[in-house]
């Protein structure tokens, strides 16, 4: 099996899955090699970016708070509303944050800035607007909260004091996530293995980021992209090139040589 984190990885810095991927893709599947997406992103928008093979591959979203394969529901893991209502208390008097409330096919923010409307643009093909995401009272997966300039510097410092309850990641360099204890990379890719009886063994892992860190854990085969926080690094047990410079499709093209 092979499993990949989409932003800084198998995307590139234009937020481009290459042409070469959707070939190797092709490759895997006839071999019978399953393929996950495992990002923090929206299910719809790592949809989107697959789209040629939507239908063949397991999609891991919002940070492994919801997996599906097809139709399939395989896992849900929500926050609960006393938690919800409490971290959008903690941020509301806060400056430059945008807080966004994550469900399975729905996300909602405030609408008080039009240039995070537009970044969100990039991340969330289906979102809404509320006047107030504090009176939401429906499902919530993960809250994610954007910063412009640095996530880690200037959100992580308000919210780390909530990690013995709750999984707060940096997962990207202005993104930080709260979710569900529960609702990570590694806790969904677990899943999937027992539910495709599928061992570490036989599972290849590409990650850049904090939010990776649980999931390159679960595959003796744990690849850092050149771009990775140095966390990553640490943790994978070998390093590919760049997500630039096809990193992800230069290691599977090896891996698919020697089967």
Partial sequence: MVVTDMDGTLLNSKHEVSSKFFQLFEELKKRDIKFVAASGRQYNSIVDKLDAIKDDIIVVAENGAFVKRQEQELLATPLNYTTIKNTIELLKNVEDIHPVLCGKNNAYINGNSDDFINKLREYYSEF??????????GEVLKIAIYHFE??????????????????????????????????????????????????????????????????????DFSFAMANAHPNVFEAANYRADSNDNNGVEKILELMLSQT
């Fill in 128 to 137: 809404s607007i509320l006047n107030d995401i504090a009176s939401y009272d």
């Fill in 150 to 219: 640095s996530s880690e510097k200037y959100i992580y410092p308000l919210v780390n004091h909530l990690e013995s309850e709750l999984k707060v990641k940096v997962s990207g360099e202005n993104w930080l996530d709260i979710s569900h204890m529960n609702a990570n990379k590694g806790y969904a890719l677990r899943h999937i293995q027992e539910k495709f009886g599928i061992s570490r063994q036989e599972t290849m892992v590409f990650g850049d980021y904090n939010n990776d860190l649980e999931m390159l854990a679960m595959a």
